[in-house]
């Protein structure tokens, strides 16, 4: 006669399920549970789970994947587990509306350590994971995340828009992400730090090269933003200029752990194997590199590379700014973690160490970029779309204009005409004309060397053309 299941155990692999809005299949959720735990018994409990319409399948056969049943509506469920003053406490975040799921995580990381279960790195909470196939994000909060992050250059060079943005970004991101390590500097300090040069007297010096650190790793995200991708290569540039000064050995800037590391009020041991740190370093961003969603993406660095600890110190910052990667590359809003509260962004990493579960970190996530994408939204209005059609031709009316003043000729449509370049479509070589004409209204010896044109030949030309 088969064991009878427990409650424990039933609930046991709907946490797990949980974990995964988008469903998990059998497999996948075998890796998760104890060693002894076998396929035959895990599927008595998902039919049992199914018969109480506690789960529900997708898809069917070896694909079929398991996901929570939407029976309880969030504010019931909401009520019903902040009952006590402390847990009430605890969802209760300015600004922020924490899912159920995030209150419970919260509700649990918040205990003292002594009544929190010590753990190690969970192998599995990474083998779980499939690119483009498993997502932290739900699709609908991808698409919202989508449609507050569009800006006006996505379909130009990347990182066009950081670069538009990138004097208010430096500030933004650099006093952010350093507040939550603590950092005392003010915005009003950080931007006369970073626009002038001017330190802040009240603050320790360890305070300054912090933001200065954040200054110089967000230039080289933006400046190398074709070149720089989810790789060892840039993750680690990005500790070497996060940690350069800060580190109590210097040859440990820029360079894996070789060393075992402690969490700070936490239960989570890291992994202390030099080899294995560096094998599962360049496994995660290869992951993370395979997957196609930026923000996906973006999640699952600050998911992972936390977790994993690849560095002596600095690794939360190296997360928060390699995040930024997909979206600066994507042409996105940035993620600038302004206004999220220190307190809730540990206790959102905790849930990561202890509990291998990502939901409160995902509450952070989507609050903070809602945030950064309402702090662009004047920006991205006030930035001229581009003129596509001027962008498509810059070669050729560079070229036509060149040739009309290196020949001296005037300026009518006649000589346009002749000097058209072959590469200009039938259809749109009136258009063309008129940008050739508007084009020579407002040039003057200080621009035109944009067409390649040299001020003393503009001035011969201009002089000649009286």
Same mark, same amino acid.
């Given at each position: 006669?088969?064991?009878?299941?427990?409650?424990?155990?039933?609930?046991?692999?709907?946490?797990?399920?949980?974990?995964?809005?988008?469903?998990?299949?059998?497999?996948?959720?075998?890796?998760?549970?104890?060693?002894?735990?076998?396929?035959?018994?895990?599927?008595?409990?998902?039919?049992?789970?199914?018969?109480?319409?506690?789960?529900?399948?997708?898809?069917?056969?070896?694909?079929?994947?398991?996901?929570?049943?939407?029976?309880?509506?969030?504010?019931?469920?909401?009520?019903?587990?902040?009952?006590?003053?402390?847990?009430?406490?605890?969802?209760?975040?300015?600004?922020?509306?924490?899912?159920?799921?995030?209150?419970?995580?919260?509700?649990?990381?918040?205990?003292?350590?002594?009544?929190?279960?010590?753990?190690?790195?969970?192998?599995?909470?990474?083998?779980?994971?499939?690119?483009?196939?498993?997502?932290?994000?739900?699709?609908?909060?991808?698409?919202?995340?989508?449609?507050?992050?569009?800006?006006?250059?996505?379909?130009?060079?990347?990182?066009?828009?950081?670069?538009?943005?990138?004097?208010?970004?430096?500030?933004?991101?650099?006093?952010?992400?350093?507040?939550?390590?603590?950092?005392?500097?003010?915005?009003?300090?950080?931007?006369?730090?970073?626009?002038?040069?001017?330190?802040?007297?009240?603050?320790?010096?360890?305070?300054?090269?912090?933001?200065?650190?954040?200054?110089?790793?967000?230039?080289?995200?933006?400046?190398?933003?074709?070149?720089?991708?989810?790789?060892?290569?840039?993750?680690?540039?990005?500790?070497?200029?996060?940690?350069?000064?800060?580190?109590?050995?210097?040859?440990?800037?820029?360079?894996?752990?070789?060393?075992?590391?402690?969490?700070?009020?936490?239960?989570?041991?890291?992994?202390?194997?030099?080899?294995?740190?560096?094998?599962?370093?360049?496994?995660?961003?290869?992951?993370?590199?395979?997957?196609?969603?930026?923000?996906?993406?973006?999640?699952?660095?600050?998911?992972?590379?936390?977790?994993?600890?690849?560095?002596?110190?600095? %690794?939360?910052?190296?997360?928060? =700014? &390699?995040? +930024?990667?997909?979206? @600066? *590359?994507?042409? !996105?809003?940035?993620?600038?973690?302004?206004?999220?509260?220190?307190?809730?962004?540990?206790?959102?990493?905790?849930?990561?160490?202890?509990?291998?579960?990502?939901?409160?970190?995902?509450?952070?996530?989507?609050?903070?970029?809602?945030?950064?994408?309402?702090?662009?939204?004047?920006?991205?209005?006030?930035?001229?779309?581009?003129?596509?059609?001027?962008?498509?031709?810059?070669?050729?009316?560079?070229?036509?204009?060149? %040739?009309?003043?290196?020949?001296? =000729? &005037?300026? +009518?449509?006649?000589? @346009? *005409?002749?000097? !058209?370049?072959?590469?200009?479509?039938?259809?749109?070589?009136?258009?063309?004309?008129?940008?050739?004409?508007?084009?020579?209204?407002?040039?003057?010896?200080?621009?035109?060397?944009?067409?390649?044109?040299?001020?003393?030949?503009?001035?011969?030309?201009?002089?000649?053309?009286?």
């Amino acid at each position: 006669m088969p064991k009878k299941i427990t409650q424990q155990e039933l609930d046991q692999v709907c946490s797990l399920i949980a974990r995964h809005p988008e469903g998990v299949g059998v497999d996948a959720l075998l890796t998760l549970m104890s060693s002894n735990t076998s396929r035959r018994t895990l599927q008595r409990r998902l039919s049992t789970l199914m018969q109480d319409q506690r789960i529900v399948s997708i898809g069917k056969g070896p694909a079929t994947r398991y996901s929570l049943a939407k029976t309880i509506a969030p504010e019931i469920a909401t009520n019903h587990l902040i009952q006590s003053p402390r847990a009430a406490y605890l969802a209760h975040i300015p600004g922020i509306t924490l899912s159920v799921e995030g209150i419970e995580i919260r509700t649990q990381v918040s205990l003292p350590r002594e009544k929190r279960t010590p753990v190690g790195y969970n192998m599995a909470f990474l083998e779980s994971y499939y690119p483009n196939y498993t997502f932290y994000l739900p699709e609908s909060l991808r698409t919202q995340l989508h449609s507050m992050g569009r800006s006006p250059t996505q379909q130009t060079q990347a990182g066009t828009f950081a670069r538009d943005i990138l004097s208010r970004l430096l500030i933004d991101l650099s006093w952010a992400s350093s507040k939550l390590e603590g950092n005392t500097y003010s915005w009003l300090d950080t931007e006369r730090l970073i626009a002038h040069g001017q330190a802040a007297d009240d603050k320790d010096a360890l305070e300054t090269q912090m933001i200065l650190n954040h200054k110089a790793a967000i230039e080289y995200l933006v400046h190398n933003s074709e070149q720089v991708g989810i790789n060892p290569d840039t993750v680690i540039a990005l500790h070497a200029l996060l940690a350069d000064g800060l580190m109590t050995d210097p040859l440990t800037v820029g360079r894996l752990r070789n060393c075992p590391v402690g969490i700070g009020g936490s239960v989570y041991q890291p992994l202390t194997v030099p080899q294995s740190i560096e094998e599962l370093f360049g496994i995660v961003l290869q992951m993370a590199d395979e997957i196609e969603d930026p923000f996906e993406q973006s999640f699952f660095l600050m998911v992972h590379l936390p977790y994993l600890q690849p560095f002596e110190d600095v %690794n939360k910052r190296v997360s928060r =700014l &390699a995040a +930024n990667i997909p979206l @600066i *590359r994507h042409n !996105l809003c940035p993620l600038t973690f302004l206004d999220v509260p220190q307190q809730l962004y540990v206790d959102a990493l905790l849930g990561v160490y202890e509990l291998n579960r990502i939901e409160l970190l995902r509450d952070v996530y989507f609050a903070a970029y809602h945030r950064s994408s309402q702090q662009y939204a004047a920006t991205r209005r006030e930035m001229a779309q581009p003129d596509t059609f001027r962008m498509r031709y810059r070669q050729a009316l560079a070229e036509i204009i060149r %040739n009309i003043i290196q020949e001296n =000729l &005037a300026v +009518n449509e006649n000589t @346009i *005409r002749q000097h !058209l370049p072959e590469s200009i479509a039938e259809t749109d070589r009136p258009r063309f004309m008129t940008l050739v004409n508007e084009e020579f209204k407002s040039l003057h010896a200080g621009n035109a060397i944009r067409f390649g044109v040299r001020p003393l030949v503009f001035e011969g030309w201009k002089g000649r053309m009286g």
